[in-house]
T-cell receptor
Framework: AQSVTQPDIHITVSEGASLELRCNYS??????LFWYVQSPGQGLQLLLK??????LVQGIKGFEAEFKRSQSSFNLRKPSVHWSDAAEYFCAVGFTSGTYKYIFGTGTRLKVLA | DAGVIQSPRHEVTEMGQEVTLRCKPI?????LFWYRQTMMRGLELLIY????????DSGMPEDRFSAKMPNASFSTLKIQPSEPRDSAVYFC?????????????FGSGTRLTVV
């Protein structure tokens, strides 16, 4: 069955530290991959996406993500976290089987210590 | 562009009442999605439309839920009768043609509380 897993429910990092949020998917082919961020009381904002080509993709707010086919992963990274990055992050997968709906992971809540 | 506009932002209603949530997608977007977010179940797709036509409503939890898209600029999600377990944040999102690869734009959501 198709699925998306974000194994970390909560992550706490200090401001200025590096960040990596994990995302794994289960699918027979390469899906469309996305990371979204949700600030409290807000909707989800698209950070970056991967469809094909270079497996390291750059997004907004200084985020990047790397697609690793062998590991079925699409981890989100940021070299230096800012206090304003505190939010919930969702990995989403779109499947190439004709449907236009995504499956979202359960989210990772990021806390940033000053 | 004003983005995806949802109304109301907050809705508190009594059990048994009818609730209508509204969404205005981004102009020119062909796809419209309704999601529900709860702590227990995360983000769940309820239904999505393509060119105003419902394509997949397999996520609609019960017959109490219905959604319509009478034209390209407006959609509603109705719950009748509402129950406390319907309390959640409901998001509308839209996407342009080719949207599966381009990502969704989400509205700010409607927080529904059924007491």
């Amino acid at each position: 069955a198709q699925s998306v897993t974000q194994p970390d429910i909560h992550i706490t990092v200090s401001e200025g530290a590096s960040l990596e949020l994990r995302c794994n998917y289960s699918y027979g082919a390469t899906p469309y991959l996305f990371w979204y961020v949700q600030s409290p009381g807000q909707g989800l904002q698209l950070l970056l996406k991967y469809f094909s080509g270079d497996t390291l993709v750059q997004g907004i707010k200084g985020f990047e993500a790397e697609f690793k086919r062998s590991q079925s992963s699409f981890n989100l990274r940021k070299p230096s976290v800012h206090w304003s990055d505190a939010a919930e992050y969702f990995c989403a997968v779109g499947f190439t089987s004709g449907t236009y709906k995504y499956i979202f992971g359960t989210g990772t809540r990021l806390k940033v210590l000053a | 562009d004003a983005g995806v506009i949802q109304s109301p932002r907050h809705e508190v209603t009594e059990m048994g009442q009818e609730v209508t949530l509204r969404c205005k997608p981004i102009s020119g977007h062909d796809y419209l999605f309704w999601y529900r977010q709860t702590m227990m179940r995360g983000l769940e797709l309820l239904i999505y439309f393509n060119n105003n036509v419902p394509i997949d409503d397999s996520g609609m939890p019960e017959d109490r839920f219905s959604a319509k898209m009478p034209n390209a600029s407006f959609s509603t999600l109705k719950i009748q009768p509402s129950e406390p377990r319907d309390s959640a944040v409901y998001f509308c999102a839209s996407s342009p043609r080719g949207g599966i690869s381009r990502g969704y734009t989400f509205g700010s959501g409607t927080r529904l509380t059924v007491v």
